[in-house]
């Protein structure tokens, strides 16, 4: 079955940076599109950024856009969040997600999503 599991959470000073990583199975992860969310602690549910299943495009909302960017290894099945500058307002429960074949780029509706992971905790705290 499908699995995805992020890790690389942890409590870091603002400005400073992490990288997340949602390891993946149970299916053909070059095949997809991959979002990362997160859930904030006030706004809920919010899409934070996707790549295609290439790699070769990318889309962010706003509030990450310079500040965050999501490769992915297709070798391991792998994909990443890499996030610099954090802001306090970045603490939330970090996850990615497997859209569903009806969902359409760039992949922000929580409605399309048809698989997501447990999540790692980001809190950017002095």
């Known amino acids: 079955q499908v699995q995805l599991v992020e890790s690389g959470g942890g409590v870091v000073p603002p400005g400073g940076s992490l990288i997340l990583s949602c390891t993946t199975s149970?299916?053909?992860?070059?095949?997809?599109?991959m979002p990362w969310l997160r859930h904030h602690p006030r706004r809920g549910i919010e899409w934070l950024s996707s790549?295609?299943?290439?790699?070769?495009?990318?889309a962010y909302t706003d509030s990450v856009k310079g500040r965050f960017t999501i490769p992915r290894d297709n070798a391991n099945s792998v994909l990443f969040l890499q996030m610099n500058d954090l802001r306090p307002d970045d603490t939330a429960v970090y996850s990615c997600?497997?859209?569903?074949?009806?969902?359409?780029?760039?992949?922000?509706?929580?409605?399309?999503?048809?698989?997501w992971g447990q999540g790692t905790q980001v809190t950017v705290s002095s």
């Open positions: 997600a497997k859209p569903n074949t009806r969902s359409t780029w760039p992949h922000s509706s929580e409605y399309t999503w048809a698989y």
């Open positions: 149970g299916f053909t992860f070059n095949t997809s599109p």
């Open positions: 790549i295609n299943s290439a790699g070769a495009d990318v």
